[in-house]
């Protein structure tokens, strides 16, 4: 089981829940600009690109606050990149595990970076980068593990992500960059482990490309996080091999930014209170059962415990065990936290589970906007 990695409601603790539909995502901009600051901060400082991770939260509603303070995005496919290239400034990094020959040329065309999982897409597709002006980089797969679990551990055994290290003797032609990806919500240390189990494949292919990507997983805005120790790292890096440096972090862009507002609709027992919610793990926060981990509910206080799942037929659409000051009651508003990343980007209408709208508030101004919200069209339309 993961923990989560909130660091609590912070303005989140005064937002009223009955402002917004349910079930709804609420994102602060303000918390928003302050990670984005942050990263802008380290960016600058460590002369190192920071590109956000459309795959982790692709809201493109805040394209403009997020482009001023990111040098762009990574895309992982041709509909990420041509969202990208609609709304999001800046560069286009795009990364698949493999390309499809039929989309390779518009995503090329789209993307001022390519990079490619072995050396045999390189081989497939480098003529038709090079034509669209696009760089071609390789993702490495580094060998060594520090995701805490397999699902989310692109060094596991067998791990389709990225190409061995153990098994590149000579660099491709034409390489421009090097990219690896191997953490998830992580500090530093992790990080410095991984460059120290690479640095000597990087060593001994020095001249043979020209940028390094160290990836996404680094929760930079996370207030623990040793970011001096990182931008220490960076510059040395930089300086031993002689490139440019990038990271892609996607968690960090909108780490404790949003609360998921959802309502207990009825309150059953069965070996203790069961609450079921608005609110489905399975079709609007996944992780939590894939992981799994239990989010954190917002205000939790009480010694009244009550399991919490979503209305779905899914026996194991459970979000957790949550103590509450009294049994909650049928219409009662609740919150989680920290789902802006990996939550609206998965949602899914199994059992017609209603989609959740998008609200975005400002903590400091206390201005709310309902950006969107989805109905019945939204569910046929994606059946026939
Ligand atoms: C290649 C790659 N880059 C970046 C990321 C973003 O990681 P995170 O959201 O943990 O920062 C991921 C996440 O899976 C990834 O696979």
């Known amino acids: 089981m993961l923990r989560t990695q909130s660091s609590g409601p912070g303005s989140f603790a005064d937002f009223d829940l009955s402002r917004v539909p349910s079930p709804c995502f609420v994102v602060d901009e303000a918390r928003l600009r302050q990670n984005l600051e942050i990263l802008r901060g380290v960016s600058a400082t460590a002369d190192t690109k920071i590109l956000l991770a459309l795959k982790a939260f692709a809201m493109w509603s805040l394209a403009p606050l997020i482009s001023e303070h ?9 509909w990420e990149a041509k969202l990208a290239r609609k709304h999001f400034g800046g560069e286009l990094a795009t990364y698949a595990p493999a390309f499809k020959t039929s989309e390779f040329d518009e995503i090329a065309a789209l993307s001022d970076h390519i990079v490619f999982n072995s050396p045999a897409q390189i081989g497939r597709f480098s003529n038709r980068a090079l034509a669209a002006k696009a760089d071609i980089a390789l993702r490495i797969n580094p060998e060594h593990s520090e995701a805490e679990i397999a699902l989310y ?26 990219h690896l990806h191997n953490l998830c919500e992580q500090g530093l240390e992790p990080l410095k ?17 020209r940028w390094l990507n160290l990836g996404g997983g680094h929760l930079v805005t996370r207030n623990d996080y040793d970011r001096g120790g990182l931008i220490e790292l960076l510059q040395e890096l930089r300086a031993d091999l002689g490139v440019d440096l990038y990271i892609e972090p996607g968690t960090a862009i909108g780490f404790d930014a949003a609360i998921l507002v959802g309502e207990v609709l009825d309150v059953t027992e069965n070996q203790g209170l069961v609450g079921i919610t608005d609110i489905s793990p399975t079709c609007h926060m996944p992780d939590v059962i894939e992981a799994p981990y239990r989010p954190a509910l917002l205000g939790e206080d009480g010694d009244v415990n009550v399991r919490l799942g979503g209305a779905s037929c899914l026996s194991g659409d459970i979000i957790g065990d949550y103590n509450f000051a009294a049994a909650p009651k049928s219409g009662q508003r609740i919150a989680f936290l920290d789902q802006a990343h990996y939550t609206m980007v998965k949602t899914t209408t199994f059992n017609g589970a209603h989609l959740p709208a998008l609200a975005i508030w400002n903590s400091e101004t206390d201005a709310l906007r309902i950006i969107k919200e989805f109905d019945y069209e939204d569910f ?3 059946l026939s």
């Open 70 to 78: 990111l040098s762009g995005t990574v895309a992982s496919g041709l």
């Open 153 to 178: 551990d692109p060094c596991a055994s067998g791990s389709r992500l990225g190409y061995p290290i153990s098994q590149i003797e000579t660099l491709p032609d034409g390489l421009t960059g090097m």
């Open 193 to 209: 482990r991984t460059v120290e189990a690479v640095r000597p494949f990087l060593e001994a292919h020095k001249g043979g490309y």
């Open 380 to 382: 046929e339309g994606r």
